[in-house]
């Protein structure tokens, strides 16, 4: 049920019931209102009824008085010695000049001496003696019964002569009470008129005359009637009457009454006319009730509901929804409290918009949204056949920079390149994004593709070159890598992935810019695969180590091996752990690896102990590893395990991997340097550490990198810092190792610079382990020889 049903539905049920309520108590006070006025013209009507008989009665009296007074019957009595016949005729002319129905003379015994209606009672006693009295009142009503007819009656002494101080005679007159006279009062009163005679004997009453039809003649006779004064209901056949009684005299057993009834019907025409009426009020009255009641709730929903509509256009993404401002109120509130969350949520969802869509570091758009864009100017290029080249930029040796320098050094770095990418776009902001890391893209509108190259080229010259960061200047150096619409793709993931794979191809040859060639997808699809591949290596043991021995050069003795991983892909043949160890720190599975070398190399070790060869073994350690603080627990346990002694284990980690955390770094170092594991600095000379950076680190060695090494043939700059690292690290106490030693012409140009211990091709290639055993074996043999020689 919805609000508006609720309300509309409250409003109706109250506005009917006060209807309903006022409706009832109205007719019933109407109704009983009615009965009383209608029991009031009964009595009314009774007294006009009373009145009426009783002037019928005087002017009976009257008529019988003048009769009295008159000759003519004297006459007849004297003249004609009491001739019964010429005194009817006498009694006869005046009852006809009275309009009296009956005419009695009776003498003072109470005998009939004449009878105008009927003969027979001549000579026999008057029926009613109780009516001959000596003086009767003009007024007293006399009602009789003579032959079932009812009879007002009247008795007045007769003097013969008039001045005879006796009467002679009774001269009695009657006026009948009949069902004429009964109408005739009817049409008068607007009551039926009924007398009835009643008995002791009888229980029913005789009607003597009435105004009513047969039936309800008959059924009066039995009905109950009225007692005293009271107006009551009466049942009869036709209905309800109203009835009320009135005495006519007193009769020997019993006496006469009549009956005055008023149809209810007609009583209360005026009830039900008003009733009627009243019923089209109430009628009227609920139309109007439920017409302002739909208003009302309508009234007190539309805003609410416009509030819903708006609610369920904003969850649409429609801000621009309308709400019922104007509405005053708790509802008005609502709204504007509304208005100001709809407000509030355009905002957020417009930042978060700008988060989805843009890097939060330049402030350039992202993969997303330069995916979109590109889209977009695909569209337009397929429009007008134009030309366009996708530009995936990535800074080299950015990684290490960052590791070395710190975060908040790359991020003005990248800030900077942000910056001369737009500077080299002009205008079009979408047309330069941030893909993720270091990547950046770029979007141009070419014609031919000597175009390409030529704006290519300038936005390489524009990004590179050196950036001054914090007193430090950083050589900037990007791989870019293009891709053409429509030469090389049509849909905008196809260009950036081939921009992509070109990239990689630059970095990996050192090129600079590289546009896309359909051959090189093979390289990128083994990187990408390379992964999973990696994953079951592990398992699966097709991993294996390799050895390259180091050589101490004042000695000669080579006791001492670099232990390097190596990776038989069942397609790709031997994979360089130059390639798939970034693989494995990007997807976390390093820890494995490292766990992985480390048990073989330490078993190793420990076997070769066994044969009487004592090997000291340095493994590589990843810049992650410095970070798991459990790693010189495990490698406690693991030369426990084996019973190898801590000296025999030299760990390896690169300048770069120790300084992008140098406390963290310096602790776990610190703690394996307590067990007796010497440190290793490797790559030595490629990251951006001075010496006395390292003098507060837990290091025992350091390995001169190979480039530097193998530069040293061909220049006497780098021969001079590697003379003068090697000089500093001595001073440090350090022991220096140097790497990719290639010839004999570097070799001894090493040991003139005093350097400690050579590793390279010159003396062996890394190799595997009974070509190893064999070889530390061969060398222990020539040790063992020339200390015999020597002695
Ligand atoms: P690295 O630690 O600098 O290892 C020396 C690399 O130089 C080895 O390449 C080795 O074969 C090569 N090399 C040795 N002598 C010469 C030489 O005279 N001339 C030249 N040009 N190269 C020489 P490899 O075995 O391909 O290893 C490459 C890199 O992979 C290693 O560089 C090391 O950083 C990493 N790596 C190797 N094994 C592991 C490992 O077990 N764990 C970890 N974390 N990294 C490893
Ligand atoms: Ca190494
Ligand atoms: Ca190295």
Partial sequence: MTLQQRVLALFLTLLLLVLAITMVT???????????????QMVYARRIFQDKLQTRQKALDESARTLASEEALRQAIFADAGDRESILVALNNHRHRTSADLSFLVDLDGTVIADTADAKRQGRPFPFPELLNEEPTPTEMHVLALDGRAYQMVAVPYYVPVSAPQPSFWLILGKALDDGTARDLRDLMGVEVSVLASSAAHPDAAVLASSLGPLERGALAHAARPRGDTVELVEL??????????PLSPGPD???V???????????LDFRKLSGRFLIIGLAAALLAIVSAVLFSRGVTRPIRGLEEAAQRIAAGDYAAELPLEAGGEVGRLAREFAAMQRAVREREEAIQHLAFHDDLTGLPNRIHFQRALARHIELAREQHGRLAVLVLDLDRFKDINDAL??????RLLMEVAGRLCRAAGDGPVDVARLGGDEFAMLLPVRALGEAREAVDAVQSTVSGAVEIEDLRVDLQASVGVSLYPDHGADPATLLKQAEVAMYVAKGRRLGAVFYESSQDRHSIERLSLVGDLRRAVEDDTLSLRFQPQMELTTGRVDAVEVLLRWNHPRLGEVSPAEFIPIAEQTGLIRDLTAWVLRRAVEQVAAWHRQGLAVVVAVNLSALDLHDPDLPGRIRELLDRNCVAAESLVLEVTESGVMAEPETAR??????NAMGVAISIDDFGTGYSSLSQLKRLPVQELKVDKSFVLEMERSADVRQIV???IEMAHSLGLRVVA???ESVEALESLRGMGCDIVQGYYLSEPIAVAEATSWLRAAADRREARTLDAT
């Fill in 26 to 40: 109205v007719s019933q006070a109407t109704y009983s209102h009615t009965m009383d006025r209608a029991k009031e």
């Fill in 237 to 246: 056949v036709g209905g309800d009457y109203l009835a009320a009684t009135a």
């Fill in 254 to 256: 019993g006496g006469f």
């Fill in 258 to 268: 009549a009956v005055l009834l008023r149809p209810t019907a007609a009583a209360l």
């Fill in 406 to 411: 710190g975060h908040h050094v790359g991020d």
């Fill in 667 to 672: 602790r776990l170092l610190d703690e394996l």
């Fill in 723 to 725: 003379r003068s690292t």
């Fill in 739 to 741: 790497e990719g030693v």
